[in-house]
């Protein structure tokens, strides 16, 4: 039985990431007493979060926050609010926190959070209201020090200025307890954007390995939210030829390449990507499958397995969502030659400005956009240097060349600090 065979089967999130965690941890010669403190979440909460809405009616929904591992520094991580935040995705994710800030170098550890939850029948005041009430839930295991907050699938800059607010209101004026915020309450230049720009600088130093530039190059990007309309408007200005996006209502194709900038324009005018006058309309799959050079799924996880790899012909995919790529059809892109840039490398952007924005709020000193631009950009190519020639020193993939460097950072760091 080949090793592709032996994944095949099933897996939930935290299985899915464990696993690449254990390869790491053999590939590092990492002890199992060792490895039973890195694998388990060092806290878990579970609240309920009450929500009265406009029709006097009350909904009360399940909140997590799951706090994966500290030895490098604060908790770090989203908080989103989707109908699958279960317990065992927000386990998997605030694990991938713990490994993508040790990639990248910034002195955070891994968390999580969520609401299980669609908000998308809420009205502005009522996800005021439920981001409030989840925020007094878990108040007493944040703090700028403690676990910082950010904006995830369905939470955004607003969402973190309420937080922000209803923490204040119980422990004074602390900027730095949540990331992602608007500009005039404490947020970054550059934040905004920082995820998809993340997406592009290691699209750009993977094609460089292969002798290429952006200039022509094929792109398709599943997703079209935060970080997939940033991704396509800065491959756009940097010479990729964006020729489809996607999203669950479908992809608009055009093989000379998007008007991105029309676009956005037209999403933001009419709330969709679909009815603009030009590009092809085809069904939501199609984004993942097109005879593109770069692929970049920015939308949720799992997008391709094992029913659909066959059909990806991308040579290239940059993780622009988190775990996208499942742990059997990963094993059988890279036995076909396919470079996939891991998420906690290729999203990295996003916890990498928080850093800087946690930064500025603790010297109480902002910085320009270009210098967090510039900071960014030298960072994630730091980082991508650091990753490929450990995978080429091992003779594996950038996958488990990015695990291998975040396990073996965050053990040395347990090990100092005695937790081990």
Same mark, same amino acid.
């Given at each position: 039985?080949?090793?592709?065979?032996?994944?095949?089967?099933?897996?939930?999130?935290?299985?899915?990431?464990?696993?690449?965690?254990?390869?790491?941890?053999?590939?590092?010669?990492?002890?199992?007493?060792?490895?039973?403190?890195?694998?388990?979440?060092?806290?878990?909460?579970?609240?309920?979060?009450?929500?009265?809405?406009?029709?006097?009616?009350?909904?009360?929904?399940?909140?997590?926050?799951?706090?994966?591992?500290?030895?490098?520094?604060?908790?770090?991580?989203?908080?989103?609010?989707?109908?699958?935040?279960?317990?065992?995705?927000?386990?998997?994710?605030?694990?991938?926190?713990?490994?993508?800030?040790?990639?990248?170098?910034?002195?955070?550890?891994?968390?999580?959070?969520?609401?299980?939850?669609?908000?998308?029948?809420?009205?502005?005041?009522?996800?005021?209201?439920?981001?409030?009430?989840?925020?007094?839930?878990?108040?007493?295991?944040?703090?700028?020090?403690?676990?910082?907050?950010?904006?995830?699938?369905?939470?955004?800059?607003?969402?973190?200025?309420?937080?922000?607010?209803?923490?204040?209101?119980?422990?004074?004026?602390?900027?730095?307890?949540?990331?992602?915020?608007?500009?005039?309450?404490? *947020? @970054?230049?550059?934040?905004?954007? =920082?995820?998809? /720009? #993340?997406?592009? $600088? %290691? &699209?750009?130093?993977?094609?460089?390995?292969?002798?290429?530039?952006?200039?022509?190059?094929?792109?398709?990007?599943?997703?079209?939210?935060?970080? *997939? @309309?940033?991704?396509?408007?800065? =491959?756009?200005? /940097? #010479?990729?030829? $964006? %020729? &489809?996006?996607?999203?669950?209502?479908?992809?608009?194709?055009?093989?000379?390449?998007?008007?991105?900038?029309?676009?956005?324009?037209?999403?933001?005018?009419?709330?969709?990507?679909?009815?603009?006058?030009?590009?092809?309309?085809?069904?939501? &799959?199609?984004?993942?499958?097109?005879?593109?050079?770069?692929?970049?799924?920015?939308?949720?996880?799992?997008?391709?397995?094992?029913?659909?790899?066959?059909?990806?012909?991308?040579?290239?995919?940059?993780?622009?969502?988190?775990?996208?790529?499942?742990?059997?059809?990963?094993?059988?892109?890279?036995?076909?030659?396919?470079?996939?840039?891991?998420?906690?490398?290729?999203?990295?952007?996003?916890?990498?400005?928080?850093?800087?924005?946690?930064?500025?709020?603790?010297?109480?000193?902002?910085?320009?956009?270009?210098?967090?631009?510039?900071?960014?950009?030298?960072?994630?190519?730091?980082?991508?240097?650091?990753?490929?020639?450990?995978?080429?020193?091992?003779?594996?993939?950038?996958?488990?060349?990015?695990?291998?460097?975040?396990?073996?950072?965050?053990?040395?760091?347990?090990?100092?600090?005695?937790?081990?």
């Amino acid at each position: 039985m080949t090793r592709i065979d032996t994944l095949r089967r099933h897996m939930d999130p935290m299985e899915a990431v464990n696993l690449r965690f254990e390869r790491a941890a053999d590939l590092n010669g990492v002890e199992e007493s060792t490895r039973a403190v890195l694998r388990m979440p060092a806290a878990e909460l579970r609240v309920e979060v009450p929500l009265r809405r406009d029709d006097g009616s009350l909904e009360v929904y399940v909140g997590y926050r799951v706090q994966h591992n500290s030895a490098r520094g604060p908790y770090k991580g989203g908080i989103r609010y989707h109908a699958a935040a279960d317990i065992a995705e927000v386990r998997a994710l605030a694990s991938l926190m713990t490994w993508k800030t040790a990639v990248v170098d910034v002195p955070f550890g891994g968390a999580k959070g969520g609401i299980a939850v669609d908000p998308s029948d809420m009205s502005r005041a009522e996800k005021e209201r439920m981001t409030r009430s989840y925020t007094r839930a878990i108040a007493a295991i944040i703090g700028d020090h403690r676990d910082i907050p950010a904006p995830d699938i369905n939470t955004d800059a607003q969402t973190m200025a309420w937080i922000v607010d209803e923490y204040a209101q119980m422990n004074g004026w602390t900027p730095g307890v949540v990331t992602g915020k608007p500009i005039p309450v404490g *947020g @970054s230049y550059g934040r905004e954007s =920082a995820t998809g /720009r #993340g997406c592009v $600088v %290691v &699209a750009e130093q993977a094609l460089a390995q292969e002798g290429r530039s952006p200039a022509g190059v094929t792109m398709a990007i599943q997703g079209f939210g935060n970080v *997939g @309309s940033w991704t396509a408007r800065i =491959a756009h200005e /940097r #010479g990729f030829r $964006v %020729v &489809a996006v996607g999203d669950e209502h479908g992809t608009v194709y055009a093989a000379a390449g998007l008007d991105i900038p029309a676009l956005a324009e037209h999403r933001d005018r009419h709330g969709t990507i679909h009815g603009m006058e030009g590009p092809e309309a085809l069904d939501a &799959a199609a984004v993942l499958s097109l005879p593109v050079d770069v692929l970049v799924p920015a939308a949720i996880g799992d997008v391709i397995h094992c029913d659909n790899v066959d059909e990806v012909q991308a040579s290239v995919i940059v993780e622009g969502a988190n775990h996208p790529v499942t742990p059997w059809a990963d094993a059988a892109l890279t036995e076909r030659g396919v470079t996939i840039v891991p998420d906690i490398l290729a999203n990295a952007g996003g916890v990498l400005t928080s850093y800087f924005e946690w930064v500025q709020n603790l010297q109480q000193f902002r910085w320009d956009e270009a210098d967090v631009v510039d900071r960014l950009t030298a960072r994630m190519i730091s980082a991508y240097g650091q990753v490929s020639r450990l995978a080429s020193e091992r003779g594996v993939g950038l996958r488990d060349a990015a695990y291998t460097l975040a396990v073996a950072k965050v053990a040395e760091a347990s090990a100092l600090r005695g937790a081990v």
